[in-house]
């Protein structure tokens, strides 16, 4: 082959590959045009939509989005098959996100971190938008309280979270396949029933891990929400605090561990307030309240023992102010009276012991017990 003819083949060749890449540039150009235009027209767009409008594959076509959103030129709202674009303006990405008012995900529990995922809830959805700052703090405090747990306790490999807004209410469930929380406190406080490990959850301060944790995450947790759940091993515990009641009852066995959290968007109940009613002058958790009834055994409404009493001031130690609310007891006995007001407040005196709920019968228990103690400090 002589040598014009294989110059003329170079040149050929080569004005192709520049003609290739030039046309590149241009489809390049033309889909990010055509991306920035139908934006702008239509206040946004999918993957889908330009993929379909082109004829390209969506996984060619998104490579152009996520140059776009790279570049700030577009902004991303949703996730996977539900991400829409939007230009990056306050008025049109806050429109974008109010039609997303859900999220869904499972999350590998390595390495996760509680306040990262709550970043992203609102970073891709609308479910805090037009929300009080003081509701937005409740839902941020129990979220990320409630995820910590399930990553630090649950002994689970992945977490699934779902967060929705819907008919005035937030709600948010954490659901993981761990051992359970009644089961993981049985075993690492060496409790006999899940029974014990209820009773033992409620009183606030109980933690599988003690030397990271105050174990204040559910007892704070409960009182901020309209309605909170707990689902594990058999049993199902029912918060609601519009009644100021709750319930345990037995359901098919679960698998680790499901919280379901529930509060109105403009709800008015306040973070710092329950801080303040169970927490000293320094801060530190000092209270907490123990519903009696929940120790009855057998059905019956009275409680006339000390080993019943030793079983609620199991671990009330660590508090200086307890609360025994006497709703739903009918009477208590001299033993049962004497072990909490006599013989553990003696060895306990800097904590304050308050009765509520409690009628006459109980109150003259209560009376004779006290009037003891302080004959003996005479």
Known sequence: MNMPIVYNLLTTFKNMSILKAVNNNIIKMDIKGLILSEIKEKGETTVAQISKKTGFSRAYIHRFFQSLTEEGLIVKIGHANRA????????????????ILSFNRMFPIKGLEEDKVF?????????????????????????????NNAIEHSHSDKV?????????????????????????????????????AIQDLLKGKQTTAPEEHSGEGIFFTRRIADTF?????????????????FTVSSIKPVLGTKITFVVSEDSRRNLTEVFKKYTNESFEFSATEVTVKLYQSGGSRSFVSRSQAHRILYGLEKFRKITLDFFGVAMIGQGFADEIFRVWKNKYPETEIISLNDNEDIRFMISRAKEKLAQAEL
């Open 119 to 147: 970043d992203l809830i609102k970073l891709e959805t609308g479910i805090f938008e037009n929300v009080s700052e003081n509701t937005v703090g409740v839902v941020e405090y129990a979220f990320t309280e409630m995820l």
């Open 229 to 245: 759940v707990i689902k594990s091993s058999q049993k199902r515990l029912f918060f609601d605090n519009a009644k100021n009641d």
């Open 84 to 99: 829409r674009y939007v230009l990056p303006e306050n008025s049109a990405v806050k429109k974008a996100k109010l039609d």
């Open 160 to 196: 699934k979270v779902s967060v929705k807004r819907e008919c005035g209410l937030i709600r948010f469930d954490i659901v993981d396949l761990g051992v359970g929380i009644f089961e993981n406190l049985i075993h690492s406080r060496h409790l006999t029933s899940v029974e014990e």
